[in-house]
Every structure is written in structure tokens, then in C-alpha cells.
């Protein structure tokens, strides 16, 4: 086999093609839910664990300041894509009640994606990224050591007052359900992207 011809026929994308020839819909359907999926991937298992690994705490919390809300806007975007296309793709108006998405799996796992993505975006990854600067604010106040690959020392310092140790445990928390609406929509992608493969149908 050629080598251009073994490569068009890596990855799911291109093995559909003879299926999605002229339907750009479709193209555009799984072209969204497998971004995002592979943001997800990379973005949660391979770039930041290197990061938090290789970079002193507040540099990595910088770092995330930043991507993160690239992240969240990003895997928003693509899962309101995969949403509309879905929609249009399967003849559901926009008013048409929930129990008309609901009715197939896939749509329940599109909301999903888009409920869990919109949450991130709009709340936890900012106020997230808030509480975590207040409790740099506090480290460096309190003359705390800035190190890599450790959570914030304020948890073990005698320094820490009992407000330093409730705003940790409020990023904590905050930190918790945001990788909880990660890991919703990251499972939701593979769900649905499971199901595309199964069936091919939409």
C-alpha cells in the first residue's frame, strides 16, 4: 500500500469519507466532537500533567490562567457545533421539546457534553482561576516556598489562618467540579464518537 494511501486511511475522519462524501453536515458533526475530544486528551492527560510536573506551582497556575479559558471556550464551541448539526442532521427543530433530543442516545450525550462545557466556561474555570490567585496572593504574604508538583503548602503551614485554609478548600472544591465537567464531557465525546462508529448513522 502507498504510503499516502495508508495514511488517508488513518483515523476515523477519513475512514468516513466514502459515508460523508457531499454532506458537509456530517463532516462538520464529527469534525467538532473529535476536537474536542482530542483538547480533552491533551489538554487534561498529557499537556498539563507535564506541566504540573515540570513547572513551580504558580508558573503552572499562570500557565492555566491563561489556556484554560481557550480550553473551556474552545470545547464549548465544538460541542454547540456537534449539537446543532446533530439537530439539523436528524430533521429537530431548535423549539421542538427536549423528549424529541432525548429520544436517542446520542442526544442526550450531545446535552451532556454542551450542559458540562457551558458550566466550565461560565463559572468554575473563572471562579476557579480567582480563588487561585487569592491563594498566591496569601502564599506569597506568608513567605510560603513556591515549588513544582505540589499542592499549595498552605494546607500544612502553621502560618495559615483558618480563612487561608477555607479559601483552599473553596478552590479545592471549585477545582473538584470543574474536572468533574471535564471528565462528563470528555466521556460524553467518546460516547457519542463510540456511537458514530457503531452506526454510522445520524
Not at 446543532?84 to 450531545?110: F, Q, R
Not at 457534553?113 to 466556561?121: H, K, P
Request: proline letters at 3%; charged letters at 15%.
Amino acid at each position: 500500500v502507498p504510503w499516502h494511501e495508508a495514511f488517508r486511511r488513518v483515523g476515523l475522519f477519513w475512514e468516513l469519507q466514502p459515508k460523508t462524501r457531499g454532506k458537509p453536515h456530517v463532516k462538520l458533526n464529527i469534525a467538532s466532537i473529535s476536537t474536542s475530544f482530542g483538547t480533552h486528551i491533551w489538554v487534561g492527560g498529557i499537556a498539563g500533567l507535564t506541566m504540573f510536573k515540570t513547572l513551580k506551582r504558580r508558573t503552572f497556575g499562570k500557565v492555566q490562567s491563561k489556556l484554560f479559558p481557550k480550553y473551556a471556550t474552545l470545547n464549548t464551541s465544538c460541542s454547540l457545533v456537534a449539537l446543532i448539526t446533530y439537530l439539523h442532521l436528524n430533521g429537530i427543530s431548535p423549539t421542538s421539546s427536549l423528549s424529541a433530543l432525548c429520544n436517542k442516545w446520542e442526544g442526550v450525550i450531545l446535552l451532556t457534553a454542551v450542559a458540562s462545557n457551558v458550566a466550565n466556561c461560565l463559572y468554575f474555570v473563572p471562579a476557579t482561576t480567582k480563588l487561585m490567585f487569592q491563594i498566591h496572593t496569601r502564599e506569597n504574604q506568608l513567605k510560603l516556598e513556591d515549588e513544582v508538583g505540589v499542592t499549595s503548602p498552605i494546607k500544612r503551614s502553621d502560618k495559615a489562618t483558618d480563612d487561608d485554609k477555607h479559601l483552599l478548600k473553596m478552590f479545592n472544591i471549585n477545582h473538584g467540579v470543574s474536572m468533574l465537567m471535564a471528565m462528563a464531557s470528555v466521556g460524553a465525546c467518546g460516547a457519542y464518537l463510540y456511537f458514530v462508529g457503531k452506526s454510522l448513522k445520524f
